[in-house]
C-alpha cells in the first residue's frame, strides 16, 4: 500500500523550533524526489520545499534560511526541520512524492499525507 504518514506538528511560540517526519511505505523511497506544502485556513495549498534523490534542495522564498529539509533512506523518511516559527508559519503540513516536471505544482505530486497541524502562536 502506497502510503505517506506525517508526524511532529503541534502548538508552539513564534521563534521556537518544530521538526516534521513523514514516513514513506509502498514505493522504493529513495527512487523518488520529495517535498512538504502547507495549506492554511482559506487558502490555497502552496509549495515550501523539495529534496531530490541526491538531497538538492530548493524552498520556497517564506521559509529559506529558516527550514530545513533532509531525508533518510536508510528509514525511508522525510524530514522537516522548522526554525525561528512565525504566526504566519500556522497551516497543516503535507509531505509529498515528486512524479512530474514542474516541483512548485500540485499536479507533478501524486501521493500525499493526511498532513500535520502546526500552530505558532504570537
Known amino acids: 500500500q502506497v502510503q505517506l504518514v506525517e508526524s511532529g506538528g503541534g502548538l508552539v511560540q513564534a521563534g521556537d523550533s518544530l521538526t516534521l517526519s513523514c514516513a514513506s511505505s509502498?514505493?522504493?523511497?529513495?527512487?523518488?524526489?520529495m517535498a512538504w506544502f502547507r495549506q492554511a485556513p482559506g487558502k490555497e495549498r502552496e509549495f515550501v520545499a523539495w529534496i531530490s534523490t541526491i538531497s538538492t534542495t530548493t524552498y520556497a522564498d517564506s521559509v529559506q534560511g529558516r527550514f530545513t529539509i533532509s531525508r533518510d533512506n536508510a528509514k525511508d523518511t522525510l524530514y522537516l526541520q522548522m526554525n525561528n516559527l512565525k504566526p504566519e508559519d500556522t497551516a497543516r503540513y503535507y509531505c509529498?512524492?515528486?512524479?512530474?516536471?514542474?516541483?512548485?505544482?500540485?499536479?507533478?505530486?501524486?501521493?500525499w499525507g493526511q498532513g500535520t497541524q502546526v500552530t505558532v502562536s504570537s
Open positions: 509529498a512524492r515528486h512524479y512530474r516536471d514542474n516541483a512548485f505544482s500540485l499536479a507533478s505530486y501524486d501521493d
Open positions: 509502498g514505493r522504493p523511497f529513495d527512487s523518488y524526489s
